[in-house]
């Protein structure tokens, strides 16, 4: 529709070059349409205006969604395993970390413990005392974070470098 418009601007017969901008936003796209008018620099200030449309995919909002698979009670709150849905997400950061936690707290209390990880094998290796190898393995790719006392997250495996983060602070 916005390219309908710069076309009938563009035919109107006007010899002032349009200057205007707009965007549309449709089911996950963003269409930028621009007019940039161009001087051909001949002695009867002919002007030439060139259109110009890019269309890139519109940022997914929101947090990566998880699962509880496993929760047990203890005398200061649960201990909870998280698993997050890899498909909701491109890529994690600590802040998304955060915000999962957070959400986990507040929605699930009490939880006094958790382990958030990003794979069924990370989840199945978690507790074992002496992992093999392929263990190993897999918590260090799918182990993101834990929980401890309530409040303090410490990030593992490939988050590690953002170190701790207290909740509520």
Known sequence: ????????????GDDEPADETSTTAEAGAITTLADTPEVTGDADDSTTTTTTTTTTAAPALGRPEYSIISRESGDDGDVVVVLLDTETYES??????LNVMSDLVEEFAPVYEAHIVESQAAADALFVEEPTEDQQTALD?????????????????????????????
């Open 92 to 97: 994690l950061s600590d802040i998304d970390i």
């Open 1 to 12: 529709m916005g390219l309908a418009v710069l076309l009938v601007a563009a035919c109107s």
């Open 141 to 169: 790719v799918g182990y993101i974070a834990r929980l401890e006392e309530g409040f303090r997250i410490v990030y593992v495996g490939p988050l590690s470098d953002s170190g701790v983060a207290i909740l509520g602070s």
